[in-house]
């Protein structure tokens, strides 16, 4: 359980897809949302790649961070978190996210407006 491999949603309505991990934990995917910060339109879906940290062997223990690099903004998004099996065997991986756009000039950047930071749950599409 907990493999993060597959299609996964949020409340939000975005669609993640995740490749097959490697032996080190290494993984790619595409993340499609529909709810952007910014007036761009959103077509297009945006590549990801992150790592599942594979130091206990125990897999619903294991924690991960991935970065979104989006192709509609010239923004990022990391997200870190953490794979659970409920009860009724259903998985729901918890996330912390920063969303990172970007500053005009050095002086702009301690006030970077679209630093957004949040929470957000994936559960099975
Ligand atoms: C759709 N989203 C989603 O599924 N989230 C968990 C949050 C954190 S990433 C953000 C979308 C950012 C799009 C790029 C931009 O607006 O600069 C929002």
């Known amino acids: 359980q907990c ?3 597959g299609k996964w949603k949020n409340e939000l309505g975005s669609i993640m897809t995740l490749s097959p991990l490697d032996k080190n934990g ?9 709810v952007t910060a910014n007036s761009n339109l959103v077509t297009k879906e945006s590549p990801l790649m992150g790592n599942l ?8 223990q294991r924690v991960f ?3 979104v690099n989006w192709t509609f903004s010239n923004s990022v998004t990391s ?3 953490q794979c659970f099996v ?3 065997g259903t998985e ?6 920063l969303l990172r756009g970007s500053a005009a000039t050095e002086e702009d950047n301690w006030s970077q407006t ?3 930071v949040g929470t957000n749950v994936f559960t099975r599409l």
Do not use: I, M, P
Request: charged share 15%; no cysteine; aromatic share 18%.
């Open 3 to 5: 493999n993060l491999e």
């Open 26 to 34: 290494f993984f790619t995917g595409t993340y499609h949302t529909t």
């Open 53 to 60: 940290n594979v130091f206990t062997a125990d897999t619903q």
């Open 65 to 67: 961070g991935f970065l």
């Open 79 to 81: 997200f870190v978190g």
């Open 86 to 88: 409920q009860k009724d």
């Open 114 to 116: 679209s630093h957004r």
């Open 92 to 97: 729901r991986l918890q996330t912390t996210w």
